[in-house]
């Protein structure tokens, strides 16, 4: 079994599926010839030609315009938005018209289409390629979010999700494009949408995080334990629609829980992620949860690390939430 980076994963599901479905199709700024600003479709240009990989102008609203498009007539779009910072000119087309159209429809319609989008910092991009608007497309009913935090899952969950007879955002963690090397089958595989996986068991304290995140949550958890405060971490996977029962189990067994997302507190997908669990597990917590985020400010440049929710910030709100 080969070992991939984050961006040959992908790579390797997007040329899957366009051999196996006629279908689908990619489409975004630079994705032909280049391949892409961080090269996710490199040499499907050449392999499958213009009609198939197609360079659009600089036009984000145009971009998920056409691929709406594309969806209603039984296409299998999958554009790219360059950095996620970058979709806010699509979002009209995401949320008054992707969104809505089974509904609108009475489910007639649907628009099966995926938009792959690089999310989050770590790369010193600044106020412009750093920021993680997952929660904006979470709250607009409709929408299917996903972020996966490796290889192995990026390709079955953009497998699933290209099959998915709904609109998904996909939010590739640009910080683990090239960063985390995995196994990862040269066949197709599916990992199913809205599961969650935990990916430490521990009996204190729950940690709840995604995308780059979880690497950080990770290293926490080997901090903590070093303290006598074993955690269990979630890999939430698939953010919208969540798997709430996967993350209920694990606040039944520890009564104790920790949220970790790089996008601003206020309103963040944590806030949502404590709501739940307060509806659904109020008389199993032991302590209040706790959110360790990004702050209410701006992505800074140099001052990203410093923003960043990373490990020194995660280790003391789990031995607080365990120890409360």
């Known amino acids: 079994m080969p070992e991939m980076n984050m961006v040959q994963a992908l790579n390797s599901a997007l040329r899957s599926e366009m051999h196996s479905d006629d279908r689908v199709v990619v489409m975004g700024e630079d994705v032909g010839q280049v391949g892409g600003v961080f090269r996710v479709t490199q040499g499907l240009f050449k392999e499958f030609g213009e009609k198939r990989v197609i360079d659009t102008p600089l036009a984000e609203g145009g971009i998920i315009g056409s691929a709406i498009g594309m969806a209603m007539y039984g296409m299998r779009p999958v554009p790219e938005i360059q950095f996620a910072d970058f979709i806010f000119p699509a979002f009209d087309q995401i949320v008054s018209e992707a969104a809505k159209y089974r509904y609108r429809t009475g489910g007639e319609f649907s628009c099966p289409m995926v938009v ?67 196994d990862v089958p040269e066949e197709p595989y599916l990992i199913p949408l809205s599961e969650a996986k935990v990916v430490r068991e521990g009996r204190h304290v729950t940690v709840i995080a995604w995308g780059a995140m979880l690497f950080e949550a990770l290293e926490s958890a080997e901090n903590a334990a070093r303290h006598g405060i074993e955690a269990e971490v979630i890999d939430l996977r698939t953010l919208w629609p969540v798997d709430i029962d996967t993350i209920l189990e694990s606040i039944k067994k520890t009564g104790r829980v920790v949220v970790v997302h790089e ?4 309103c963040g997908f944590g806030a949502e992620l404590v709501s739940l669990i307060a509806e659904n597990a109020f008389l199993h917590l032991e302590a209040p949860p706790v959110r360790v985020t990004g702050w209410d400010t701006p992505f800074p440049y140099t001052l990203e690390n410093e923003y960043l929710p990373l490990a020194h910030r995660i280790t003391p709100a789990l031995l607080q939430a365990a120890r409360y």
Do not use: M, W
Request: glycine share 10%; aromatic share 8%; proline share 8%.
């Open 263 to 266: 996008a601003a507190k206020s």
């Open 116 to 182: 792959r989008a690089p999310v989050g910092g770590g790369i010193r991009g600044g106020h412009y390629h750093s920021q993680s608007p997952e929660s904006l497309f979470i709250h607009n009913a409709g929408l299917k979010v996903v972020c996966p935090s490796n290889p192995y899952d990026a390709k079955g969950l953009l497998l699933a999700s290209i099959r998915d007879d709904d609109p998904v955002l996909f939010f590739e963690p640009k910080r683990v494009y090239r960063a985390v090397k995995t």
